[in-house]
T-cell receptor
Framework: DSGVTQTPKHLITATGQRVTLRCSPR?????VYWYQQSLDQGLQFLIQYYNGEERAKGNILERFSAQQFPDLHSELNLSSLELGDSALYFCASSPRSGVSYNEQFFGPGTRLTVL | AQSVSQHNHHVILSEAASLELGCNYSYGGTVNLFWYVQYPGQHLQLLLK??????LVKGIKGFEAEFIKSKFSFNLRKPSVQWSDTAEYFC?????????FGAGTRLFVKA
């Protein structure tokens, strides 16, 4: 158990819908990362937040957005869902500072199925 | 642009065979390097990491990796694999605020 929690574990929805995925980082970690893992695209970095501020952006679609709240939990919002958005969505967090700052601890993931 | 390349997408080995998984990255500055493992149905876990110092780093479960700066490589090795090493292995490079993951190598170890 990495200490990172994600809810829900599974989500089944229809095309065109909107969903919200939630992530709670390890206690004390300020950074949260979101990744999408699919069979054809592999592990894709979506976005990173640090203490509430967007820090880095990867291959995140305009239909997707994220935010980090004052209590440091984060939400990933996916809208106008398409079949191709079906994937595992991982959240990770990293330590506040120090030599291990860039080491990431991954949550169990949310499996999204779009029908 | 920064990138991470893992040479093998699928590797099949028999138990007790030696393992080497290649990883090359493209980035000219200071990097932190990682190998993560994802066992079937589980999330990614850190195997080992390199930040500085001895370029030969040892991780959990008998894995080690060598950072060769001149070759921009960080290859993962294990002298003798076990059936329980069946998993997907990801090389990752942190440069600045971004961590770039390789495409992953699926290792299957035959009992």
């Amino acid at each position: 158990d990495s200490g990172v929690t994600q809810t829900p574990k599974h989500l089944i929805t229809a095309t065109g819908q909107r969903v919200t995925l939630r992530c709670s980082p390890r206690s004390g970690d300020l950074s949260v990362y979101w990744y999408q893992q699919s069979l054809d695209q592999g592990l894709q970095f979506l976005i990173q937040y640090y203490n509430g501020e967007e820090r880095a952006k990867g291959n995140i679609l305009e239909r997707f957005s994220a935010q980090q709240f004052p209590d440091l939990h984060s939400e990933l919002n996916l809208s106008s869902l398409e079949l191709g958005d079906s994937a595992l969505y991982f959240c990770a967090s990293s330590p506040r500072s120090g030599v291990s700052y860039n080491e990431q601890f991954f949550g169990p993931g949310t499996r999204l199925t779009v029908l | 642009a920064q990138s991470v390349s893992q040479h093998n997408h699928h590797v099949i080995l028999s138990e007790a065979a030696s393992l080497e998984l290649g990883c090359n990255y493209s980035y000219g500055g200071t990097v932190n390097l990682f190998w993560y493992v994802q066992y079937p149905g589980q999330h990614l876990q850190l195997l080992l990491k390199y930040f500085s110092g001895d370029p030969l780093v040892k991780g959990i479960k008998g894995f080690e990796a060598e950072f060769i700066k001149s070759k921009f490589s960080f290859n993962l090795r294990k002298p003798s694999v076990q059936w329980s090493d069946t998993a997907e292995y990801f090389c990752a490079v942190n440069a600045g605020f971004k961590t770039i993951f390789g495409a992953g190598t699926r290792l299957f170890v035959k009992a």
